[in-house]
């Protein structure tokens, strides 16, 4: 009696049997690498358009105005609203250094030399001048004024400012003399003076007229730096520093003194040498700060004087 096989697995040799199950094993094993090497690809190109489309700018990405849940606290919804829309406040902020810097790459690499012109089709535009109103909507002197500020407007950005073109305008020619540092340091300098939300373009305007025509900075300093150095300039030029000679008012005052001291002593008189030195001896005793302390209080009193004038100057 003849058996079948059990599975019924051909009806060849077992050489021609194995031969075909390893050739259909490897057209599988190359079927599902392909497979899987398309779902790689796939997953890998979603992912790219995926953070493309995170990345892009977009009015669809701010949310759309809605009435308060309530009082009190944000919900968690309202909280994620408000911080999507504080991301378009930013991205606003932050839109006309990152234009001026698109115009002043396409600008200085004359990207635009293969556009044809919009209305001379037969040729191609020359100079940005051309190429950004008609293209772009933007003036001449709106483009040249982003390209010149962009990068003064992005250090401070960097630095945590809330900067807009007007007032990097009126430190770009210091940036055009001096550096980058400097002109950022001038910008820190109104802002430690007067706060970070009181700098205006005319306080900047007249914070750089006062600037000497002889000033030289160290072009390796930094902005901390720079800005010091600046305000002690523009101090000194504003209101030269104090004389330290003795003003003949306190000279006289010293003197009336020294003859009630006399009096008291039953001398004659007593030099202006000697009451140097008592005061000095006075002053350095360890056990008794009476005239230390009387010292270093009017210093203070002069020292913020001194400071208080100094900012007044500056405004």
Known sequence: MTTQPKFGVGWGSPEEETSTTAAELA??????????????????????????EEARPGLHKVPDPVEPAGEGALTDEERTRYEECLEGVDLGNAAWFIQGKALDTIATGRLFRDTPHKLEPERTYRTIEEWAPLEKGISVGKCSKLRAGWAIGEVLAARGYDVNPGQVREIVPVRNAFNLNAAVAVYVLVADSWGPDQVTAERLRNTVKMLPGDLELDQDED???????????LVEEIQPPASRAIPPAVTRAVDKTAIRIADELNRPRIPRSE??????????????TTVYDAVLERMKEAEKAEKKAARKALK
């Open 275 to 288: 009451v140097t030195l008592r005061l000095m001896e006075a002053f350095a005793d360890p056990e008794d």
């Open 27 to 52: 057209a599988a094993e190359a079927a599902s690498s392909e497979k899987s090497a398309a779902a790689i690809e796939a997953r890998v190109n979603q992912a790219v358009e995926d953070a493309v």
């Open 223 to 233: 902005v901390d730096a720079l800005a010091k150095t600046i305000k002690g300039v």
